[in-house]
């Protein structure tokens, strides 16, 4: 916890690239990233964990396509053609899930495109596909997409909880369970996000003090 | 000196390299979405086709089978058997002895955010409607799509009055009035926090109702005249 200065990449190990997403530097919980998709997709466990994987499909194949051209693509439009990357992606991502599930497109709907504008993909091609190796960045996909779907899922899952009664679409309560409406609505995402902050956050100061 | 001529020098190289960039990144894009396109088209027709079945299974209960049907300009019905389908689409559906069970008919029109498609079942023998199911929307999520979930809502189309009168017009066009206020057979109960989208609702089947319900009562009518000449003979 100590050394969080990762600007010695030499340092860095493999698996230390992968962890960091999930735990260190979480894109939901520690960097507050991308909050659009999950605020609004969080509501039940399947739609955050289908938000959450189609967005680390994204953000890994974005980050291999960037990684690779980081060479060749000039400083002035590396924004722009970081932006054509993802867009594609997300369009064939689109297309795969509608491939996959009708239901599923339905239910995620315009989310999926809007997966475009998730900087957290853009900030991870920017701070550090462009700048590091294939093998390192693929890492760094992987533990940042797995990081944000793990987050995307544990609020999925209270808010589902919560607010339904059930998990995965199965009943967890007996009939007279009064579910909790608010926290399916949008003012329920904000609610178990600050709850989930709060958790890691005192987690984390716990660490640093002892 | 050398700076600013360097520089100079370097900037139409520079700026073939940024169009080269940008182009090449482009075809490879366009590579990649054309490729996926392509090859998930026939999956997603056929889950589309399977949904679409599944729905007129739904909106008209105890179909086993389907004919589908397009409307000629003139108001009469004509068997479709290829994929190739016209604007406006009806289904009919039998059940297991081969009688008909009633009609499904596609429609769609504006939502508060985009074109809503869906489809109704209609029960010709009592005149009404029987059964609702969206097939596309883009409501927004927890308010404009109580629509396709809210149960109280869905009831309105399990007895909706779709009578026709004897000049062969429907007598009462359907209509969404506010929750709570319906007072006839022809009105839907609205949704309280999804004006838009279930007024909307209202008026897509109020349209083409009007258009199509009485040409489907006509044939049905037709097709009962039929059956009884072929039971005289």
Not at chain 1, 43 to 50: I, P
Request: glycine share 8%; proline share 3%; with cysteine.
């Amino acid at each position: 916890m100590s050394n969080d200065n990762s600007t010695t990449k030499e340092k860095v190990t493999s698996t230390d690239e992968f962890i960091k997403g999930l735990w260190r530097d979480n894109p939901v919980f520690v960097q507050v990233l991308g909050m659009c998709p999950v605020l609004a997709v969080s509501n039940t466990a399947e739609n955050a964990l289908a938000m959450g994987l189609a967005t680390a499909f994204v953000l890994l194949m974005s980050n291999i396509l960037v990684s690779l051209l980081r060479n060749f693509v000039p400083k002035q439009v590396r924004i722009a053609s970081y932006i054509l990357i993802i867009a594609t992606f997300v369009t064939v991502t689109d297309y795969a899930i509608q491939a996959i599930s009708v239901e599923l497109h339905k239910s995620l709907g315009a989310f999926i495109s809007l997966i475009v504008v998730n900087c957290l993909i853009l900030s991870r091609a920017e701070a550090f596909a462009s700048k590091n190796t294939i093998g390192r960045s693929i890492l760094d996909a992987l533990g940042m997409g797995f990081g944000f779907t793990l987050a995307l899922f544990c609020l999925g899952a209270v808010r589902e909880i919560l607010g339904n009664g059930s998990i995965f679409n199965v009943p967890l309560f007996s009939e007279g369970y009064q579910s909790w409406i608010v926290m399916i609505l949008p003012a329920g995402g904000f609610f178990t996000l600050a709850l989930w902050l709060l958790i890691i956050n005192a987690i984390q100061t716990r660490k640093v003090k002892s | 000196m050398s700076d600013s001529s360097n520089i100079a020098m370097q900037n139409p190289a520079n700026s073939k390299k940024m169009l080269v960039a940008m182009v090449g990144i482009g075809i490879i894009s366009a590579f990649l979405i054309v490729l996926t396109y392509e090859l998930t088209l026939p999956r997603v027709q056929r889950l589309k086709a399977e949904a679409l079945e599944k729905a007129i299974f739904e909106v008209l209960p105890g179909t086993v089978s389907t004919q589908t049907f397009g409307v000629n300009t003139d108001g009469t019905l004509f068997k479709i058997e290829d994929e190739n389908k016209p604007e406006s689409t009806v289904y009919a559906g039998y059940d297991k002895d081969e009688k008909l069970v009633g009609y499904a008919v596609e429609a769609a029109g504006q939502g508060y955010a985009d074109i809503i498609r869906i489809i109704y079942g209609y029960d010709p023998d009592e005149q009404i409607l029987i059964g609702f199911q969206v097939l596309e929307s883009k409501e927004t999520p927890g308010l404009g799509d109580k629509i396709e979930k809210e149960e109280a809502f869905l009831n309105n189309f399990k007895d909706l009055d779709v009578s026709v009168s004897a000049d062969g017009q429907l007598k009462n066009k359907v209509i969404t009035v506010k929750q709570g206020e319906k007072q006839n057979a022809w009105e839907i109960d609205g949704i309280t926090g999804a004006t838009i989208s279930s007024r909307a609702i209202g008026d897509i089947i109020g349209t083409s109702t009007m258009e199509v319900v009485p040409i489907l009562h006509e044939d049905y009518k037709k097709g009962q005249n039929k059956m009884n000449s072929n039971e005289q003979r």
